[in-house]
């Protein structure tokens, strides 16, 4: 199986995240374990249900809001 460039796969905005694929050789892993730490949901999952804006935090709770298509907290 070709390898993937997670760099070229992530859809996260934030290029001055140090956790992005852009800026290391280790993948989504990083990025990943930041959120798992932090129980929060990686942007490119929000960003496959709807985006980002007018969020501020990126928890488990805001990304469950976000499927359902409720957007006040
Ligand atoms: S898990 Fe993180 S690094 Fe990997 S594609 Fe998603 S946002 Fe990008």
Redesign the pocket.
């Known amino acids: 199986m070709k390898p993937i460039d997670?760099a070229k796969?992530?859809?996260?905005r934030d290029r001055d995240c140090p956790?992005?694929?852009a800026n290391h050789d280790q993948?989504?892993t990083?990025?990943?374990l930041k959120?798992l730490t932090q129980r929060e949901i990686?942007?490119?999952?929000f960003n496959l249900a709807g985006g980002t804006a007018g969020l501020d935090s990126f928890y488990f709770e805001d990304f469950a809001r976000r499927v359902l298509g409720e957007n006040t907290k």
């Open positions: 997670a796969m992530c859809t996260c956790n992005h694929p993948g989504c990083p990025c990943i959120n990686p942007s490119c999952f």
